[in-house]
T-cell receptor
Framework: DAEITQSPRHKITETGRQVTLACHQT?????MFWYRQDLGHGLRLIHY???????NKGEVSDGYSVSRSNTEDLPLTLESAASSQTSVYFC????????????FGPGTRLTVT | QKEVEQNSGPLSVPEGAIASLNCTYS??????FFWYRQYSGKSPELIMS????GDKEDGRFTAQLNKASQYVSLLIRDSQPSDSATYLC??????????FGKGTMLLVSP
C-alpha cells in the first residue's frame, strides 16, 4: 500500500547540532510539506515543495532547510538546533493539480537539550 | 495574515448526541476546506473535504460550508466515545498550501 513515512520517530539532540528528519512517500504525489505542531500554536508550515528541485518557505522557515532531489523524499534539516525547535514535526503530501487534500506521516518528536 | 479560528473547547457531548464543530476563516478567496481528526499523540487524519456551499455528508459526518459568512462546520451524528479527539479545520491559503486552525477538542462521554 502507498504510504508516507517519517524517520526517526523520536530524536534527542543537543543545541547547535545539525539534525535531518526524513520524509518518504510512495503515492507519487507532487506536493510535500513540513509542519511543526506546538501547544498553543497548532500546525505551522515550515517549508513545502511542488516538485523536484522546487522548494518554498512557509510561515516559520528560519533555521530550517529542505531539498527535493526526487519525487518521494523531502528531508528537513535543522542547521544548528535550538531549544525553540523542540516540537513534533509532521510531513504531509498531496497530489497537486488542484487536489489539495493533504495526507500526513506519523510524525517525529524532536527534543533539543 | 490568513487566519482560521476554532473554539478550543473542550466540547463535551454524551454518547449518541450530535456534536457540532465550527470554524471561521479570514480569506474570502479560499476555495477548499478540510476537517482533520487528530487523536492524542497521533498525526492528523483527513475525514472530510468540501469545496461548494451547502452540505456534504459521509456516514455520520456532515460538513457544511457558507462562503458568504466565511464559515465551515462539521456535524457528527450519533457521537461515540471513539470520536473523542481534536478536530482541525483547514483552509487552502495558496496554490496548494493549507492554513490550519488550532483545533477543537471533542469529548464524548459514555
Amino acid at each position: 500500500d502507498a504510504e508516507i513515512t517519517q524517520s526517526p520517530r523520536h530524536k534527542i539532540t543537543e543545541t547547535g547540532r545539525q539534525v535531518t528528519l526524513a520524509c518518504h512517500q510512495t503515492w507519487n504525489h507532487n506536493n510535500m510539506f513540513w509542519y511543526r505542531q506546538d501547544l498553543g500554536h497548532g500546525l505551522r508550515l515550515i517549508h513545502y515543495s511542488y516538485g523536484v528541485q522546487d522548494t518554498n518557505k512557509g510561515e516559520v522557515s528560519d533555521g530550517y532547510s529542505v531539498s527535493r532531489s526526487n519525487t518521494e523524499d523531502l528531508p528537513l534539516t535543522l542547521e544548528s538546533a535550538a531549544s525553540s525547535q523542540t516540537s513534533v514535526y509532521f510531513c504531509a503530501s498531496s497530489p497537486g493539480t488542484g487536489i489539495n487534500e493533504q495526507y500526513f506521516g506519523p510524525g517525529t518528536r524532536l527534543t533539543v537539550t | 495574515q490568513k487566519e482560521v479560528e476554532q473554539n478550543s473547547g473542550p466540547l463535551s457531548v454524551p454518547e449518541g448526541a450530535i456534536a457540532s464543530l465550527n470554524c471561521t476563516y479570514s480569506d474570502r478567496g479560499s476555495q477548499s476546506f478540510f476537517w482533520y481528526r487528530q487523536y492524542s499523540g497521533k498525526s492528523p487524519e483527513l475525514i472530510m473535504s468540501i469545496y461548494s456551499n451547502g452540505d456534504k455528508e459521509d456516514g455520520r459526518f456532515t460538513a457544511q460550508l457558507n462562503k458568504a459568512s466565511q464559515y465551515v462546520s462539521l456535524l457528527i451524528r450519533d457521537s461515540q466515545p471513539s470520536d473523542s479527539a481534536t478536530y482541525l479545520c483547514a483552509v487552502n491559503s495558496g496554490y496548494s498550501t493549507l492554513t490550519f486552525g488550532k483545533g477543537t477538542m471533542l469529548l464524548v462521554s459514555p
